[in-house]
């Protein structure tokens, strides 16, 4: 089993449309996690963080939920320039890397 | 600034050859990684170094894979005899000590094994 699942997607969503992902792990020693966004063929740039109380930057909110392990990203307001796929990222407990899912694709359409 | 700065960007060989892909990390910065992404796997760790000293090289795949880092400003990967199934985009990321959630990455470096 992954570290990190995530629905591999594509989801395709009208521009203004409320989309949501999920995001599973496996090591209850996780205790740093993230949102990645990558661009096709291009690399991986944080998101936002992930707060236990849950936070948000501005038509994103990021949720985490320790005792089901899950990580949740909400985006408001789809922008086409949303497009692209989004990793979630976590980090274990005394480890320096941070181990990424397979990511989840959005397209935003028109 | 400049950022993690990655060569060469793309290469094409045959199976059989070496490669050395190479790293510039960001000034200052501590820790240094090499990940390998592929459509299969996704994104994995392949070895990370701190203060150029490498702690973590689980993820190197096989012998034929080894990474070096001779200074703070410098680090190779290289695959020796590569196969095809080496086939991937190979990013280089680095971050600060105090920072442990932002990974700067290269743009990576697309190698393509005939």
């Known amino acids: 089993r992954k570290e990190v699942e995530q629905d591999p997607g594509p989801f395709n969503v009208p521009e203004g449309a409320t989309v949501a992902f999920n995001c599973t792990y496996s090591?209850?020693?996780?205790?740093?996690f993230f949102w990645y966004r990558q661009d096709c063929r291009k690399e991986p740039k944080l998101l936002m963080s992930?707060?236990?109380s849950g936070n948000e930057d501005g038509r994103f909110t990021a949720q985490l939920n320790r005792a089901s392990q899950y990580i949740s990203l909400l985006i408001r307001d789809s922008k086409l320039s949303d497009s692209a796929t989004y990793l979630c990222v976590v980090n274990r407990r005394g480890r320096r890397a941070l181990t990424f899912g397979s990511g989840t694709r959005l397209q935003v359409q028109p | 600034d400049a950022g993690v700065i990655q060569s060469p960007r793309h290469e094409v060989t045959e199976m059989g050859q070496e490669v050395t892909l190479r790293c510039k990390p960001i000034s200052g910065h501590d820790y240094l990684f090499w990940y390998r992404q592929t459509m299969m796997r996704g994104l994995e760790l392949l070895i990370y170094f701190n203060n150029n000293v490498p702690i973590d090289d689980s993820g190197m795949p096989e012998d034929r894979f080894s990474a070096k880092m001779p200074n703070a400003s410098f680090s190779t990967l290289k695959i020796q005899p590569s196969e095809p199934r080496d086939s991937a985009v190979y990013f280089c990321?680095?971050?600060?000590?105090?920072?442990?959630?932002?990974?700067?990455f290269g743009e990576g470096s697309r190698l393509t094994v005939l």
């Open positions: 992930v707060y236990s």
């Open positions: 990321a680095s971050r600060g000590t105090g920072n442990t959630g932002e990974l700067f």
């Open positions: 090591n209850s020693a996780s205790q740093s």
